[in-house]
């Protein structure tokens, strides 16, 4: 008679029971698993050091290697119905950026989260921007945590001293890291700042929806951009600013040549305006102080300066303006758009020398509008606050600046003055058509 196995049988017959484990455990099994398998193959050393740093940078198909030998070995020890943190989503996911990945950060870089621009981690605090609002996390993360996520970001910058208090670098989806800690912070309390450049395809109509920009302006600001104005955009952080000047870009002629300088790659013209002829430069204020003579002998047809930020590039935009460049368009940070010509020509002096009164005069006279945003109590509420004609008196040689648009708080609507300056009238004898629209509105 054949033997009978009880433990058998109730193996085959019965639902398999699982290992009852907490997930801080199975992070720390995996991670010795992971770490026994390292350390037994020799051979292939260099080749799984390397995976394991591509995998902790963020490389796609390396993470994909992880979460694949987590499942396999979450199968094998049977714990597949271990509770992980509800911010992962899934448990493979979870032991991963626990032990190795983003930790409670994985949330914000997955999908519910990527309309949010910016995340922060202070102390063992984690903050997401949501609904215009800081908002804090439930997830936690412990200093020794912090330290290994900071040297895996140092990776993607291997010449990065990590004894530095102050780290700046880029993560591979292009969102920047700004990093303070040691002598910089509070014991405890070190800062880890992440921004995602959120650049919405918005079109002036969609903008009138959202109610940053007074309705029936759509037409208008088409107009402008046709008839080739300089303009620039200024307001604090966080108020719409980039986001206008993508789109009136994106209604810029496709068939123009244009040069985009940036500090972060943070406009993604490239996909904004596919099939435009636009160079696209990443340079700071060193790396754009040795190209902008090439700049000044380029022959494009207008130039783009994103986050006008010091005084070399604004000096490249005026110069690049006062030999005739039209269509200019910056942005730059200030409060007092009626201070904008004396705020731009403070950097430039500073920068390059020369009279401050001069210099504002010829910042002046190298744009011919000026647009105001703010942002609202809400964060995620915008308005252009102000349009301003911009120039300088013909007699008396002073600067001008002309309101014609006011956005009213208190009633949340805009009053328009009616007045186009005679330089501004001759700059649209060149498009009569789209000057002819414009005056109409």
Known sequence: MEKFYLESYLAEKLPQTRNSIGF???????????????????????????????????????????????????????????????????????????????????????GGHLESSSAKIIGDRIYFLEDGAMRLKPQRIHADRREQMVRAFLLLTPDERLDKDFHEIYMLDGSRVTIFRGGMTKPGQDVIIFRRYIIPSYSFAEQTLRGTIPPGAAALFRSMVRVGYNVAFCGPVRSAKTTFLSTWQSCEDSSLEGVMVETDPEIPLHRLMPEAP????????ERLRNISKNLLRSDADYFVLAEARDGIALDTAVRMARKGTRRMKITFHTRDPLAFSHDVAVEIVRSMGGELEETARRVAGSFDYVFHFIQLKKKNQKRLRGIYELGIDAETRQIRMTEICRYLHGEDRWRWTCHIGADKREAGKRTRKRFAILKRR
């Open 24 to 110: 801080s455990e199975l992070c720390a099994r995996i991670g010795a698993e992971f770490q026994k398998e390292w350390e037994e193959d020799r051979r292939n050393a260099d080749k799984i050091l390397g995976i394991q740093k591509r995998a902790i940078i963020g490389y796609e198909k390396e993470v994909s290697y992880f979460k694949n030998k987590i499942a396999g070995l979450i199968r094998k020890i049977k714990a597949e119905k271990t509770e992980f943190p509800a911010w992962h989503e899934s448990l493979e996911a979870a032991v991963y950026h626990e032990n190795w990945g983003l930790a409670g950060m994985a949330e914000w870089f997955a």
């Open 278 to 285: 636009i160079i696209q430069v990443l340079a700071d204020q």
